[in-house]
């Protein structure tokens, strides 16, 4: 299975740790998952580009 793998820098993981352990999962990955996995979903509901835009606004993603 392929696995991709993605830098993130040191404050960006200890802070996604913490969170992680606040909110009870396994581990960072698990949490990064998830959180991938729902600005997905989120994105693929979307009906036209400009519903796109805002949702990822909303998201705090894009300005």
Known sequence: MFEPKIKIGKD???TLKKAADVA?????DEFILH???TAAAEVEQAQSEEEVRKRLQGLGYIE
């Open 35 to 37: 959180i991938l996995e």
């Open 12 to 14: 960006l993981y200890a």
């Open 24 to 28: 009870g999962y396994s581990s960072v």
